[in-house]
């Protein structure tokens, strides 16, 4: 039995078991100890055992994966100490009264939001159980609510910092700041090009304008609340920038802000609130660790069988254009993030192809957010798009009627994606401009 038809086995055995709904974890572990089966080894020898824990312990080893945690944690406190509130009535303040100023301002305002936790789903439940209620009432369709708020979502892992970054530099051993600095440019373009399909679909389903306009009283005390929760943002990317800080560092820093902020400055936390809130971080992070530590097996042992070096030799024999790779990963992207968390893609995926891209002279950074950019799309696609699940469960329709709601701007994202895959220059030029390598 050939390797080549072993590794295939091992990856379609992985799908079939995920896809049977056994936990991604579970499923990564066993296929990764029936790899080593594969090598030669028994599942009960030392040598194995000892690959398996080395394994297990260096996937959660890496220092930079303790800013998911932080992160998380930092964006649980925020929500929960009504920091959210006050981001949705700045960016209604910078809208203004455009056509489908409160659709807009929801794309802002998760642009913000997504600058301080970096979690797509977390933005999703955070700005959609506040937005999607507001939109309803002032007259927006419940797919048109859904379709804005869960796309605008997606931005949040672009911009920095962002949870899946951390992931994939840890995966291909790159720089966790440059990703970031790499991200600023897509993810505001992104947001931008969100808006910009709210103003073209205005024009076919009208909705809702404002009429409201603030006073400069009320406008002047909007931005004082919201120069708080927007320091974060500034204070994380600001420190990696300057390198001060080292993102795991600006993790517990923005954790640590968050919850001063909460319970001393605005005071809209109390001190007994603060362990349920802990163990929420937990809740939240564990699951996405768990995943790393066993993909790290099934990533040991699919690379011991040569896997890496046997994609490298079948896509080169198909073609040697980076262009068309790149047209390639795109389309294996997109049908993974259907299927599977964007975060364990990475784990599986990035081992597996960055040499490639590497080989092509892709620069691994700007192959990066190709990687994110891409698996953030499928928190939108069904059939297990989170951010779609979310904000359709908030509005109280069906799955399917939400999914009309999101193609206008699934469209336009993945048009986004192929204008970063394609133009380097959208991803690299503020890292190269800040004198990081890329």
């Not at 796309?151 to 970054?165: F, H």
Request: aromatic residues 8%.
């Amino acid at each position: 039995m050939s390797i080549g038809f072993v590794i295939l086995l091992l990856v379609i055995l992985t799908f079939v078991f995920i896809l049977a709904g056994i936990p991604i974890y579970i499923s990564l572990l066993f296929t990764g100890s029936l790899s080593l089966v594969a090598l030669g080894f028994s599942t009960d020898t030392p040598i194995a055992t000892i690959a398996v824990v080395n394994s297990i312990f260096t996937g959660v080893g890496n220092l930079p994966l303790l800013a998911i945690p932080f992160f998380m944690l930092a964006g649980e406190i925020m929500n929960r100490g009504g920091i959210t509130e006050k981001l949705i009535r700045f960016a209604m303040l910078l809208i203004g009264r455009l056509p489908g100023s409160l659709a807009q301002a929801g794309i802002v305002s998760s642009m913000f939001f997504g600058g301080i936790t970096g979690s797509a789903q977390a933005c999703a439940s955070c700005m959609g159980g506040i937005l999607i209620p507001a939109m309803k009432k002032e007259g927006y369709s419940p797919n048109e609510a859904v379709g804005v708020i869960a796309s605008a979502s997606t931005c949040g892992p672009i911009i920095p910092p962002s949870i899946i970054m951390v992931v994939y530099a840890t995966a291909v051993g790159c720089s966790v700041g440059t990703l970031f600095m790499a991200g600023v440019v897509p993810g505001i373009l992104c947001g931008l090009v969100l808006m910009f399909v709210v103003l073209l679909r205005d024009r076919v389903v009208h909705f809702p304008r404002r009429v409201s306009k603030a006073t400069w009283k009320e406008a002047v005390a909007i931005c004082i609340d919201a120069i708080i929760p927007l320091g974060m943002p500034v204070i994380v990317v600001g420190g990696i920038m300057g390198g001060v800080m080292t993102p795991t560092e600006a993790g517990a820093i923005s954790a640590v802000y968050a919850l001063f902020v909460s319970l001393f400055v605005i005071k809209t936390l109390k001190l007994k609130e603060v362990w349920g809130i802990l163990l929420q971080g937990v809740n939240s992070a564990a699951p996405l660790l768990l995943i790393i530590a066993c993909a790290k097996v099934f990533s040991y042992g699919l690379t011991a069988l040569q896997m890496p070096v046997i994609v490298n030799d079948f896509i080169l024999s198909i073609t040697e254009s980076k262009y068309m790779f790149l047209f390639m990963v795109t389309i294996l992207l997109l049908i993974m993030g259907m299927f599977m968390d964007g975060g364990a893609s990475v784990i599986i995926l990035a081992p597996i192809l960055a040499p490639v891209a590497a080989s092509m002279d892709i620069s691994l950074i700007q192959f990066g957010l190709i990687m994110c950019f891409n698996l953030t799309i499928g928190n939108i696609t069904p059939p297990l798009g989170y951010c779609l699940f979310i904000t359709a469960k908030i509005a109280g329709v069906p799955v399917e009627k939400a999914v009309k709601g999101t193609l206008p701007y699934m469209i336009a994202e993945i048009l986004t994606l192929l204008l970063i895959t394609y133009v380097p220059f959208m991803t690299l030029a503020l890292p190269e401009y800040l004198g990081m390598s890329v």
